[in-house]
């Protein structure tokens, strides 16, 4: 899909790889809607690139669809999605202080995985009927698991379930949303520096990139918009997963 003047939502869109997705679907053209639970990192990049920005809880369905008629109101219906928003929130099956508490592992399982479907539900639904492009393409929805959906480590049951549940999703909503010429195609980064990887200390960071087998250092968010827009602009992409980790496979600890 071409990004002139098309209008495009990025979830997570205020920090890390959603920041750089969004400054790139914009350099690109692109009209576009940051949306972040935090307001601040929303208004900023969106201010940087001249889209505009709306609050939003991908968790909560009134949340979204308030967040959406922003973005609809300024620039119309979303043909690209890119679902950036997500939380790590470690926590063992059974931890220290006995089993992990239930209410932690549907966070994480509400935010990374209903949240990621609750924005392309919804975006699908304003794109189905949008005036079509080449090939009958009206929209593409690109959407962020992890690695850690097919090597999770220990303490990441809630993480590794929510992406491989992304994952899991890619394919039928691929196949149900063709007949509208609308792609779902998902990323499974491996490591990479953002602010979320930057809450751990740099001597952990440094051992972290050297894992990696080539390159052997974290990947930087550039790298993941790249192939977010290269996803957005090659049509035979579509219903895959794709991982972009330099060969890591995660182990256990
Ligand atoms: N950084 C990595 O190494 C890495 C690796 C694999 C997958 N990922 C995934 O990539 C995505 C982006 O991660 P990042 O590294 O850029 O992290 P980040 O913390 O820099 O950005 C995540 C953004 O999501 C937002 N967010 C959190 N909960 C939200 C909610 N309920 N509604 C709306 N926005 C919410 C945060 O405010 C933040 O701006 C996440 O889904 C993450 O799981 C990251």
Redo the contacts with the bound molecule.
């Keep these: 899909m071409q990004l002139a003047g098309v209008a495009a939502v990025v ?2 869109g ?5 920041e750089a997705t969004a400054v790139a679907l914009a350099a690109g053209g692109a009209k576009v809607a940051v ?4 307001a601040e ?1 929303a208004a900023r990049v969106a201010a940087a690139i001249g889209g505009i920005s709306a609050v ?4 909560d369905s009134d949340s979204a669809v308030a967040a959406l008629a922003i973005a609809t109101a300024a620039h119309g219906p979303a043909r690209i999605l890119v679902n ?5 929130n470690p926590g063992r099956v059974v931890g220290r202080d006995g089993p992990l508490p239930l209410a932690a592992f549907e966070k994480v399982i509400r ?2 995985l209903i ?1 990621t479907f609750n924005l392309m539900r919804l975006v699908a639904a304003g794109a189905q009927s949008l005036e079509p492009f080449e090939d009958g393409e009206r929209g593409v929805i690109v959407n ?1 698991a ?2 850690a959906a097919y090597d999770g480590q220990i303490g990441q049951p809630a993480y590794g379930a929510s992406k491989a549940g992304v994952v899991g999703l890619t394919l039928p909503a691929a196949r149900e949303l063709a007949r509208f010429g609308i792609r779902v195609v998902t990323i499974a ?4 520096q ?4 930057a809450s751990l200390p740099a001597e952990a960071q440094a051992s972290l990139g050297a894992m990696v087998p080539y390159p052997p250092r974290l990947g930087v968010p550039s790298e993941y918009a790249d192939l977010a827009l290269h996803i957005v602009s090659n049509r035979m992409l579509n219903g895959e997963t794709i991982r972009l980790d330099g060969a890591i496979r995660l182990a256990p600890r």
């Design positions: 979830t997570g205020g920090s890390g790889l959603g949306l972040d639970i935090n990192g939003c809880d991908v968790a950036c928003a997500g939380v790590v935010i990374n949240g962020t992890s690695v980064p491996g490591l990479f953002t602010p979320m990887m």
